[in-house]
């Protein structure tokens, strides 16, 4: 987090949504406002944002939110490494989604993995090129206290840990709900305002309903209520040490 004496910096939530949801973005970003929380978009395709997207984008970045690549075409990396190589896999899936975003006056210092699919060789890679990565843990596993220890990344080794895992808040996708039970974050959150770090989040759209992944606003006020209750500023990316 950046030094600025007007709040403390040695502990955070990092808030990120992930994917090309500019519009619902932009409409929560009120949300944020009233919270104080500044979060990061991890956008993908940012060749095909339209113009109006983009200003929204703009208007986001303006506002203190941290804007991060996450790819040109959503690509996998492990696998798409395995299938066409390293270099094909810079020179087609990041290095132009990269420029992209630089075009529009992103400069995008940090990757989210598209559905958080990694592995050393790809983290090597990345971060040639950024400055942090974030990948995910199992979706799965957010309902169970114990992936507090795993999610927390304590202050003193922050400096150090280029690629921060992130657990999912997304309330569901289309039809489907993935249960109201967020244990294992709660627990993250307590642990890191206690000790300081930082825990990462991810979702995807912010909206009551929609046929991809989603994060309802109910929840989203619930989650930033929560860590302003224990003094956890919400912090974009770009703000880390
Ligand atoms: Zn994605």
């Not at 309903?209 to 992944?213: G, I, K, L, R």
């Given at each position: 987090m950046t030094e600025r004496p007007d709040r403390p910096a040695d502990r955070a939530l990092l808030l990120t949504f992930d994917d090309r949801h500019v519009r619902a973005w932009a409409a929560a970003a009120p949300l944020f406002t009233s919270y104080g929380a500044r979060v990061t978009f991890f956008v993908c395709e940012p060749d095909r944002l339209d113009r109006d997207e983009v200003r929204l984008l703009r208007r986001l970045a303006d506002d203190g939110h941290t804007i991060g690549c996450h790819g040109l075409r959503h690509e996998r990396a492990p696998e798409f490494v395995a299938a066409h190589g390293a270099g094909a896999y810079l020179d087609r899936e990041v290095v132009p989604a990269l420029d992209g975003l630089r075009r529009l006056g992103f400069p995008a210092r940090a990757f989210a993995y598209p559905c958080s699919a990694r592995d050393q060789n790809t983290d090597r890679l990345l971060l040639t090129l950024f400055e942090r990565l974030r990948g995910g843990v199992p979706v799965g596993r957010r309902a169970d206290p114990s992936l507090a220890a795993e999610l927390h990344v304590p202050a003193r080794e922050l400096a150090d840990r280029r690629v921060l895992l992130g657990c999912s808040v997304d309330s569901g996708r289309g039809t489907l709900a993935y249960g109201d039970d967020l244990g294992g974050v709660e627990a993250a959150l307590r642990r890191t305002a206690e000790h300081g770090g930082v825990t990462t989040l991810y979702a995807h759209c912010v909206a009551d309903?929609?046929?991809?992944?989603h994060v309802t606003p109910a929840r989203l006020e619930k989650l930033l209520a929560a860590a302003d209750g224990m003094s956890l500023p919400c912090v974009g990316f770009d703000e880390l040490p």
């Open positions: 309903a929609h046929e991809a992944n």
